[in-house]
């Protein structure tokens, strides 16, 4: 046997403790990178929102009583719904939002900044999903 191995296999132990130790430290690090990524991409949007003139600084009434079948109004739906949902993690497929928003664009182009970075959201949300 080698030297090395020799010396080493008494502590073979706390060895795949460590490499099991790094391998979860690893993917940790991996998560928090991808909600960093989506809490980022969130904010943007929020951001945009504000600067189209869309958001709302008062929760509206009908969210207290929302069922899924309608949405009353589209931009309050993106903001007290859908995207605390997504930061949250309480939306468990992520689903494509920019077809829901599209028809909601009036050729204004900070609404279609908006939905610019809802794409890239969906994108986001596909490309983890798919890991």
């Excluded at 296999?9 to 998560?31: A, E, M, S």
């Excluded at 309050?76 to 599209?102: C, D, F």
């Amino acid at each position: 046997m080698e030297p090395f191995l020799s010396s080493v296999l008494p502590y073979r132990r706390y060895l795949l403790l460590g490499l099991c130790f790094l391998h979860k430290f690893d993917q940790t690090k991996i998560v928090a990178t991808e909600q960093h990524a989506l809490a980022h991409q969130i904010r943007l949007i929020q951001e945009a929102m504000k600067e189209a003139g869309v958001w709302s600084n008062q929760a509206p009434v009908w969210i207290h009583h929302y069922s899924t079948e309608e949405i009353p109004n589209i931009w309050e739906w993106l903001q007290y719904i859908y995207l605390p949902m997504r930061l949250n993690g309480t939306v468990t497929k992520p689903h494509y939002v920019a077809p829901i928003l599209s028809p909601y664009m009036k050729s204004d182009p900070q609404l279609n900044n908006i939905l610019q970075l809802v794409i890239e959201l969906d994108s986001i949300s596909t490309t983890l999903e798919k890991k």
